[in-house]
């Protein structure tokens, strides 16, 4: 959609932002509501695409035990399939492998991995169960982070 701006999230979009995101991970994949936020001891720094004013995707970074992780990829439902999620995940690591992070790790769900694969990660582990589908553990360096 032409009127897509991908863009850090401010502060005033995180309430869309953890409608979007229980929306879909309790309400698509049944991960209980409790679990979905990020804590804020991890300082999350969170990306959304924006369309017209409507959150319509969002993407965080946090750092857990010394590592950085990605999480909390979601795309509403009706803007599946166009790219938008690919240009969420784009412009989120670049702006992240710009400030001087080199690696971010992630649990990824089966379409999330497609992207990262796509973009130069990789995977480190077997895909485990995760409440509705599985979550494969990846990886992705700075150095081998390719944007198409």
């Given at each position: 959609?032409?009127?897509?701006?991908?863009?850090?999230?401010?502060?005033?979009?995180?309430?869309?932002?953890?409608?979007?995101?229980?929306?879909?991970?309790?309400?698509?994949?049944?991960?209980?509501?409790?679990?979905?936020?990020?804590?804020?001891?991890?300082?999350?720094?969170w990306w959304c695409a924006d369309e017209?004013?409507?959150?319509?995707?969002?993407?965080?970074?946090?750092?857990?035990?010394?590592?950085?992780?990605?999480?909390?990829?979601?795309?509403?439902?009706?803007?599946?399939?166009?790219?938008?999620?690919?240009?969420?995940?784009?412009?989120?690591?670049?702006d992240i492998f710009q400030s001087g992070?080199?690696?971010?790790?992630?649990?990824?769900?089966?379409?999330?991995?497609?992207?990262?694969?796509?973009?130069?990660?990789?995977?480190?582990?077997?895909?485990?169960?995760?409440?509705k589908g599985n979550v494969t553990p990846?990886?992705?360096?700075?150095?081998?982070?390719?944007?198409?």
């Amino acid at each position: 959609m032409e009127n897509t701006v991908i863009r850090k999230a401010t502060d005033q979009d995180m309430k869309d932002i953890m409608e979007l995101i229980i929306s879909v991970f309790n309400g698509e994949q049944t991960i209980p509501t409790e679990l979905i936020p990020i804590p804020d001891e991890l300082t999350p720094r969170w990306w959304c695409a924006d369309e017209n004013g409507v959150i319509t995707g969002s993407i965080a970074l946090y750092q857990e035990h010394g590592e950085w992780h990605l999480g909390r990829f979601a795309v509403s439902p009706n803007r599946r399939g166009v790219s938008l999620g690919s240009r969420l995940f784009e412009t989120a690591v670049q702006d992240i492998f710009q400030s001087g992070i080199e690696v971010l790790y992630c649990e990824a769900r089966d379409t999330t991995v497609h992207i990262i694969l796509k973009h130069g990660g990789r995977i480190i582990g077997e895909a485990v169960p995760f409440f509705k589908g599985n979550v494969t553990p990846m990886f992705i360096s700075k150095d081998s982070f390719e944007k198409t």
